[in-house]
Each structure stands twice: as C-alpha cells, then as structure tokens.
C-alpha cells in the first residue's frame, strides 16, 4: 500500500482555536468539513496529545480560521510546530475574540468559522468533534491555501500530530559527490539545511556553510532559530 496516496485527497489550512479558563490555545489543521446544511454543523480532527484538544474538551467550543495563498510560513510553524505548553502562540498575533469567548486568528484569515461541541469520535490518535456553527464571516476573497500547495510550492511538512503525517525517510538522497558540506536538522520541525542547496527563498545562496548563516537567519518552514538546529546524521 502507498500510504501517499491519501494526499490526493483535498484539504485546507486552518488554525483551530480553543479556550480553557482564561487561557488560549490555537494549532494548524488541515482535517476540516462541512458535515450538514441545517443545522449548519462542521467536523475537525484534533490529536488527543495536543493542547487545543484539551481544551475543546474542557469549553465546548472552538474557531477555525481559513488560511489565504500567501500564509506566513512562520505563522505556520508558530500555530503547527510549536506547543503552547512552552511558548504563548498569540503573542505578537492578531486576533479577536468570537462570540464563543475563543480568539479568531485574523493574520492571514480569509474567512472564519465559530462553532460549539455538539458530538464528537474518539478514533484511534485522533478525536473528531462535531461542532453546530454559531457565527461565520468571510474577511477577504483571497485565494484558499490548500494542503497540496502548502507542501508543493511552499515546501511545506506535515507535523508528527497531524492526520496526514507520512514518517519521511531518514536520508532522502544520496549525498552529492561534488559537495562534502554537513546538513543540519531543525529540532522542531525536522526540515534539513542543505548548504548545496542554501536557502533561496531567505536569500541565502548555495555554498554557504551552516554556520556561516546570519544569526537573525530561520527555519523557512517552522521559524525555529538557528539554536533549534543540530548536526544531521
């Protein structure tokens, strides 16, 4: 069996958002769809180890914000990489709170969604909830990010909590016999620094050494610092 074979089927990208107490979270998604017309009600899948699935456990409701074409890769290395145990995913974020008390993520939102628990699955790693919608606005009408683009043009990878992750290869290539320069491995999102290849999109062109970076210089895919980085094996 090939298991890429599901990433033929269509997804979005989208940042769900959820509350606990006074305290928020939010995490990308890509597993989100209309289930029923009247009521109005959609389906999201959530990892049970994720801190937005506690806390859509524990309030009953929850936001989705559907991301354009142009998505910050750091915005989605912030909301999809990372953990809100460890860091604050709304600081220096803009965002609203919905009628639901949950924040609306607006960086880069096309259109959101606001909905309440009304059921939900637990299968396997993941749970779906089914969520009534209560509010639903289009901000923009900016072209949809989709899964696809996400990982063909934007280079994008899926996290280790998503739906859709396929463990990726150890070694994805053979080393080149012309060039004999180390790789580093971003800790957060496992994206390889090639110096062969550079970064083209940062500007960083091929031949330059991993420590040679400028300090300032980022994961194109998640945002992590160069601290974040370690020898590839």
Known sequence: MNPRTLHKITYGMY?????????????????VIQVTAEPRTIA???????????YIL?????TVSVMDIDCDMKL????????????D?????????????????LNHALAFIE????????IHTHTIFFGEVVDAEIL???????YSYYHLVKGGKSPKNAPTYIAEQTL???????????????NVCGYIYDPAVGDEESGIPAGTLFEDLPDDWVCPVCGAGKEEFSLFH
Do not use: W
């Open 115 to 122: 909905a309440k628990v009304i059921d939900k699955i637990d």
């Open 140 to 146: 923009n009408e900016d072209d949809v990010m989709t």
């Open 89 to 105: 995913k709304f600081e220096g974020i803009d965002y609203k709170i919905g009628q639901t008390g949950v924040p609306i993520v």
């Open 172 to 186: 994805k290539e053979q080393p080149r016999k012309e060039v004999n320069l180390k790789k580093y491995e971003c």
């Open 15 to 31: 940042i769900i958002c959820s509350k606990k107490d006074d305290s928020y979270n939010g995490q990308i998604a890509n597993a």
């Open 44 to 54: 999201i899948a959530v990892n049970r180890d994720n801190l937005t699935h506690e």
């Open 76 to 87: 989605i290395g912030k909301f999809g990489f990372k953990s809100g145990r460890n860091i």
């Open 58 to 62: 524990q309030s009953g409701v929850f």
